[in-house]
T-cell receptor
């Protein structure tokens, strides 16, 4: 069974500082990995996804993530935080695309605060 | 292109009642999944429907059920509501192709906030 661990339920950075949100996964087969963002009272918006094409994945709003198989990690980064980045971020894993098991397993989320 | 539409956005129900939530997927998307989000348990998968058939089910009691119509719209029903069913219920649609490499991206609606009192 697959699982996702997000280290740090809350992360606070200053505006303009580097954003690093950590995600480690566990999967017995090559996974698909995703990062979603959720603003208050909203649904989830896809930031980026890894589907084995390239280990460094660029997403929307200046975010990117690097898939490291040896570390089973898929950390999300952004070089310079903006106030509008304040939100909750979820890492998710999906496996079993050939067996029809398409459920996403989410991490517990990391709330990002951006200080002025 | 319209996104995933969930109705209603907010609901207040009394313990013991039943509730039906609706989800209209993105046009052309044939797969609809439902998730429950609570502060304590986070985001948990409920079930997935494709071509009117339930293809996958999470670990929820039988009080939670769903269905999908021929136009891919989906409904989920919760019977005999409990206080613990208070949550944000999210629907996601995806374009599911024949190849396993396509259609894995899920687009989420804004959710239905259910409060059970």
């Amino acid at each position: 069974a697959q699982s996702v661990t997000q280290l740090g339920s809350h992360v606070s950075v200053s505006e303009g500082a580097l954003v690093l949100l950590r995600c480690n996964y566990s999967s017995s087969v090559p996974p698909y990995l995703f990062w979603y963002v959720q603003y208050p009272n909203q649904g989830l918006q896809l930031l980026l996804k890894y589907t084995s094409a390239a280990t460094l994945v660029k997403g929307i709003n200046g975010f990117e993530a690097e898939f490291k198989k040896s570390e089973t990690s898929f950390h999300l980064t952004k070089p310079s935080a903006h106030m509008s980045d304040a939100a909750e971020y979820f890492c998710a894993v999906s496996v079993g695309y050939d067996t029809g098991r398409r459920a996403l397993t989410f991490g517990s989320g990391t709330r990002l605060q951006v200080q002025p | 292109k319209a996104g995933v539409t969930q109705t209603p956005r907010y609901l207040i129900k009394t313990r013991g009642q039943q509730v039906t939530l609706s989800c209209s997927p993105i046009s052309g998307h044939r797969s609809v999944s439902w998730y429950q989000q609570t502060p304590g348990q986070g985001l948990q998968f409920l079930f997935e429907y494709f071509s009117e058939t339930q293809r996958n089910k999470g670990n929820f009691p039988g009080r939670f059920s769903g269905r999908q119509f021929s136009n891919s719209r989906s409904e989920m029903n919760v019977s005999t509501l409990e206080l613990g069913d208070s949550a944000l219920y999210l629907c996601a649609s995806s374009l599911r192709g024949d190849s396993g490499l396509r259609g894995t991206e899920a687009f989420f609606g804004q959710g239905t906030r259910l409060t059970v009192v």
